[in-house]
Nanobody, 127 residues
Framework: QVQLVESGGGLAQAGGSLRLSCAASVRTFNMYAMGWFRQLPGKEREFVAA????????RIADSVKGRFTISRENAENTVHLQMNGLKSEDTAVYYCAGARVVVGSIVVINPSEYELWGQGTQVTVSS
């Protein structure tokens, strides 16, 4: 019924770039704050980036600030994570998430507040 599907993951060299995309099958995508999280086996899910439903507010984790950028295309029901200057520590499974927002354009960084999750896409950074 409601689905988020990530794509664009893969293998990249250190210093390289990848662009992750998330396609959403939701009718009211423009009312969802969206985010990206990443996770390694046995580790807690880590916040990476978030964008408000209007796209006017973004928040980037300190660990990736200056290297990653989040954006969204509401007309296409998609959100993107542009990953530049990749480091080995960026290796993880990356998850797209959506949080229904009814009170305004805000960013959501708490994973417990996200009700929609994608299946994840693997990002591996070598050398």
């Amino acid at each position: 019924q409601v689905q988020l599907v990530e794509s664009g993951g893969g293998l990249a060299q250190a210093g390289g770039s990848l662009r992750l995309s998330c396609a959403a099958s939701v009718r009211t995508f423009n009312m969802y704050a969206m985010g990206w999280f990443r996770q390694l086996p046995g580790k807690e899910r880590e916040f990476v980036a978030a964008v408000s439903w209007s796209g006017d507010i973004t928040r980037i984790a300190d660990s990736v600030k200056g290297r990653f950028t989040i954006s969204r295309e509401n007309a296409e029901n998609t959100v993107h994570l542009q990953m530049n200057g990749l480091k080995s520590e960026d290796t993880a499974v990356y998850y797209c998430a959506g949080a229904r927002v009814v009170v305004g354009s805000i960013v959501v960084i708490n994973p417990s507040e996200y009700e929609l999750w994608g299946q994840g896409t693997q990002v591996t950074v070598s050398s």
